[in-house]
């Protein structure tokens, strides 16, 4: 199909305006454990919070004598990294010295017949996207623009965004990774787990991760906590078709077959019921629904959940024996990326009901309350009444998601008959849509009807290659952003500050988000010219000032209430309809929805095709750190892992290279190397998430690895809230490598 809009590969852009010299960065290996070392003391030191993963670790950046950027380490009063960074973390410098960063506003034009971009002054690039916008809005209304960010930018284009009479603003994160938990969670006890999530690993008796890589996917505080927890002989049962290196620190690990963890997790219900391993004062006083459970789980018995899990019925009951026995110090964790086979509230449901059953909730070593600060609101004016949002896309469908649905504004831009208006303009900062939304060819079709895509990002990744107008952010450590409020079991707040000039013509996203706002009309929506003077403002209503903040970088209130856990015996109303945790939920009932989980068989792998699973890996954040030249040397590449019964079958072998076939014919645009491994189930295949970039101007990463993204066609939208699940797909292997000219 012909299309106005052409993939634009940013290398081949002249070199114009990006001749400014870039210091050499210093290897990880460097590093000292100690910072009142006499080095550490010698060094200027600047606060921050860390940009790489939604943790957002507050720590310190060091520079040298002549102003480099050299070291970032955490601060040890910041209660999400403890003083200590992740990978990821310490290597937020190599995002500054990456000399592939984007350098220079750039316009889409075509030169001799072909599209191209051009270098833009700030001023010009702006005033393109001004006009545009004032074009479809008067043309559609501005309810057809939407912002897709991910990060702290999301802020300041999210309010330009709903200053000029649109509220259609996402994350990914939340269709494509955590929205089913919070949804599952909140019908359960009438709250979510937040971020970071709120569980108390550090006490924790028995941790049960079923499909949560903690330790691959490096959440930093949670990672020390479940050390801490191992130490003081804390139980680990990993759940997971993947011997992964949460598995390997397990006192059990349950290989379970992929798609099939519901039936697991009801048949761990019955045990815990039937044996009377649950917190019966707790259930009594707290919960809703109880007997209706007990009727609907009878007989769902491990040897019931044995031929559908393979997993033997004994393994079942002693690991729900050893969960109850620890009661109600003990996590069925939640997990993070959740969205798997299109039943995922139900499933995550499931687990909230196993934890209320145990009595974690609200109990130490199980899930705390959260406690954080609410930074004063500067006045400004109010914003238009929005007369449309992406919710008349979908009439009657997903009601409980309690945010928008990124994949949700994708499809609504795709225009068909019985929609009003389809979405016009899309504004995308710091998330590589095209690596991030499942279905890439429904992402791509999206894009081609748009009127205006403007990418903002650090990076030429995949996604700018589709934009009109690109707008170069700088890194994290070159800006000012909003103080860091996220919830803990202290309410703390931590600044970011620059520690170097933005390189090269790089711009922070609060200073884009208000030129563009003084263009379009919507300045008195962002009053302060500079982020500093807010955030003094911000800080002085609160008792404190920019300039302590600059100097301690974290500080650490009060809270309001001595209730980190609940008090034995005490009156508690939930937020639900019963004001109990609901076992049976009334809200989903209502909805026209199972009030209670059920199990569901889904579709298995054709012949000579097997479940494609992927994760993460401790040192990259999805694809957006796969060019970081610090992070890089740790892992240049993934591997997919093949089971050796399977690798025999095939003729594979350790180090081939291969492509990935899937079930719509859907191949890997890049080959990737072969690990043969029994630590994967012969019905599956894994790989690491976030390789195989197409952006040749990603220099370290480009056609590295394979890109799993390429390979999910198939998602199972979650009828209750619109969770893309992605784990429907499956792969075949061909041999023969093809090789790019």
Not at 157 to 181: D, E, M
Not at 546 to 575: C, H, N, S, W
Request: proline share 6%.
């Amino acid at each position: 199909m012909a299309s106005r809009r052409e993939f634009i590969r940013v290398s081949t852009l002249g070199a114009g305006g990006i001749s400014l010299g870039i210091p050499a960065f210093t290897s990880l290996a460097k590093t000292f454990s100690q910072e009142d070392s006499p080095v550490f003391k010698s060094m200027r030191r600047t606060p921050t919070y860390c940009e790489v993963c939604f943790w957002k670790c507050a720590g310190w950046i060091y520079k040298k004598d002549n102003g480099d950027v050299w070291k970032i380490i955490g601060n040890d009063d910041d209660l999400h990294s403890n003083g200590r960074f992740c990978p990821r973390g310490t290597g937020g410098v190599g995002m500054y010295n990456d000399e592939d960063r984007l350098k220079t506003p750039m316009i889409r034009t075509e030169v001799d017949g072909k599209q191209t971009f051009r270098e833009a002054s700030w001023d010009e690039a702006l005033g393109f996207i001004a006009t545009k916008l004032e074009a479809i809005a008067k043309e559609h209304g501005p309810e057809c623009i939407a912002l897709f960010s991910h990060g702290s930018g999301g802020k300041y284009f999210g309010n330009l965004l709903k200053a000029y009479g649109s509220n259609n603003i996402t994350a990914p994160s939340y269709a494509q990774c955590r929205g089913p938990r919070e949804v599952g969670f909140i019908a359960t006890f009438g709250e979510g787990v937040e971020s970071p999530e709120r569980t108390d690993i550090r006490d924790t008796r028995c941790l049960v991760l079923i499909g949560s890589h903690i330790g691959e996917n490096m959440h930093n505080g949670q990672v020390q906590e479940m050390s801490d927890a191992i130490d003081k002989g804390a139980t680990i049962i990993t759940v997971d078709p993947r011997y992964s290196t949460a598995a390997s620190k397990s006192k059990f690990w349950l290989p379970i077959k992929p798609a099939t963890d519901l039936a697991l997790l009801l048949a761990w219900i019955h045990v815990i019921i039937e044996e009377g391993y649950y917190d019966k004062e707790y259930v009594e006083k707290y919960t809703f629904g109880f007997e209706y459970l007990k009727d609907h789980v009878k007989n769902m018995t491990p040897e019931w959940a044995y031929g559908i899990t393979t997993l033997e019925p004994q393994l079942i009951r002693e690991t729900a024996r050893a969960m109850g026995s620890a009661s109600p110090a003990v996590i069925v964790h939640p997990g993070r990326h959740v969205t798997w086979y299109g039943d995922d509230t139900q499933r995550l449901r499931a687990v909230a009901i196993l934890n209320a059953l145990l009595g974690s909730w609200g109990r130490r070593g199980g899930f705390y309350r959260p406690e954080k600060v609410s930074m004063p609101a500067y006045p400004h004016p109010e914003y238009p009444k929005i007369s449309r949002t992406w919710r008349d896309a979908f009439p009657g469908k997903y009601e409980l998601a309690d945010l928008a649905l990124a994949s949700g504004i994708c499809d609504a831009t795709i225009p068909v008959a019985e929609r009003d208006c389809s979405f016009k303009a899309w504004i995308v900062n710091g998330t590589n849509l095209i690596e991030t939304l499942p279905n890439q060819d429904n992402t791509l079709q999206a894009i081609n009807n748009l009127d205006l895509l403007v990418a903002i990002d650090t990076m030429p990744m995949e996604i700018t290659g589709w934009a009109d107008v690109i707008l170069p952010e700088c890194t994290y450590l070159e800006r000012y952003d909003l103080i860091r409020t996220s919830p803990h079991r202290e309410p703390q707040i931590a600044l970011r500050m620059p520690a170097v000039s933005p390189k090269y013509d790089s711009k922070p996203g609060y200073w884009i988000a208000r030129e563009l706002a003084k263009k379009m009309g919507l300045a008195d929506h962002f009053p302060h010219e500079n982020l500093e003077d807010l955030l003094d403002w911000q800080l002085k209503k609160m008792g404190s000032s920019l300039e302590e903040m600059q100097r301690i970088g974290v500080k650490t209130m009060a809270r309001e209430y001595d209730d980190l856990y609940f008090a034995p015996g005490e009156e508690i109303e939930f937020y639900t309809n019963t004001g109990k945790i609901e076992l049976y939920s009334t809200e989903l009932e209502a909805k026209g929805f199972d009030p209670m989980p059920v199990y569901t068989p889904h579709e298995e792998p054709p012949d000579g095709y097997y479940r494609l699973i992927y994760g993460r890996a401790p040192m990259h954040t999805f694809s957006r750190t796969s060019n970081n030249p610090n992070l890089t040397d740790l892992m240049e590449e993934n591997a997919v892992w093949i089971n050796p019964k399977v690798a025999r079958e095939w003729g594979l072998e350790n180090d081939q290279y291969i492509h990935l076939i899937n079930q719509d014919g859907k191949k890997t645009q890049f080959p990737i190397k072969v690990r043969v491994t029994e630590r994967i189930r012969w019905d599956s295949v894994y790989m690491v998430h976030g390789f195989g970039h197409d952006q040749k101007k990603l220099k370290r990463c480009y056609g590295k690895g394979a890109s799993d993204t390429n390979l999910i066609s198939k998602v199972h939208i979650d009828p209750i809230m619109g969770g893309t699940g992605m784990r429907g797909n499956f792969v075949s292997f061909i041999t023969e490598v093809e090789v790019e000219s």
